[in-house]
């Protein structure tokens, strides 16, 4: 894995100036494993079980960065990378390694959420014949689909995902080839999405991202640019005037 890019705040936002942010982070990684598949993009899900942290909803591979992944330094975005190897195989029995990754987005929860995962998002293309092992614990189930259908089935009620999960799937959809897809996040910034929570006048919670109109002041109703999402209950509805995906 070759060095990040120097952070862009001017364009990203300051990830340490999140609006109202107060509860302590835990650090994470996450991985967003893609194959090919009879001419299809096709990414991992796992189903979480029920009574856990996520539970019931689908999520790719990770989980929180573990002591032992900062491997005798204090280098984050290193234990990231020593997290991503290591939660993949875990959860799914697929042994990769750094080199794989390509990191594409970090997400912050917003203030108010009870425990708030700071996490890396690194994507890694996979051998459509790698055997996908979950442990039945806290994974209970696992497949393939291609991110089209993941937000298709969400829309539909069939699926639950959380706002930073939908949001990958859509970055996924913009391109049909895995090369493409891993080529445009080696080439662009990563992007940084500290989370703010609102909801607009029907009481709908909406997830706001820096360079929304509303993301200092809160207000959705202000003119200006747009970079939400909607969490309507028939289907999440993104609304985005600012980054391109």
Not at 38 to 48: A, F, G
Not at 54 to 83: H, L, S
Not at 211 to 229: M, P
Request: glycine share 8%.
């Amino acid at each position: 894995m070759s060095t990040p890019p120097p952070y862009r705040k001017d364009i990203l936002g300051d990830p340490d100036k999140q609006p109202g942010a107060s509860t302590p982070l835990v650090p994470a990684a996450t991985v967003v494993m893609l194959r090919t598949r009879d001419h299809n993009v096709e990414v991992l899900m796992l189903q979480k079980t029920t009574g856990i942290a996520f539970g019931g909803m689908w999520v790719f591979p990770g989980g929180k960065i573990d002591p032992e992944d900062f491997a005798g330094n204090d280098n984050i975005f290193e234990a990231a990378c020593n997290a991503a190897v290591r939660e993949t195989r875990e959860e799914t029995g697929v042994a990769l390694n750094k080199d794989d990754f390509t990191w594409f987005s970090h997400w912050t929860p917003p203030p108010s959420s009870p425990r708030r995962f700071s996490t890396w998002f690194f994507v890694a293309e996979t051998d459509f014949r790698d055997r996908i092992i979950v442990d039945g614990g806290e994974i209970l189930d696992h497949r393939w689909v291609t991110p089209g259908d993941a937000l298709r089935k969400q829309a539909a009620g069939e699926i639950e995902l959380a706002p930073p999960t939908w949001v990958t799937l859509y970055q996924l959809s913009q391109r049909d080839r895995v090369d493409r897809i891993i080529r445009h996040f080696e080439n662009s910034q990563p992007l940084h999405f500290a989370t703010r929570l609102e909801r607009n006048p029907e009481g709908t919670p909406v997830a706001v991202w820096f360079g929304d109109a509303a993301y200092e002041n809160g207000d959705l109703e202000a003119a200006g640019a747009r970079h939400r999402l909607v969490l309507e209950k028939d289907g999440f509805r993104f609304e985005n005037t600012v980054v391109d995906y």
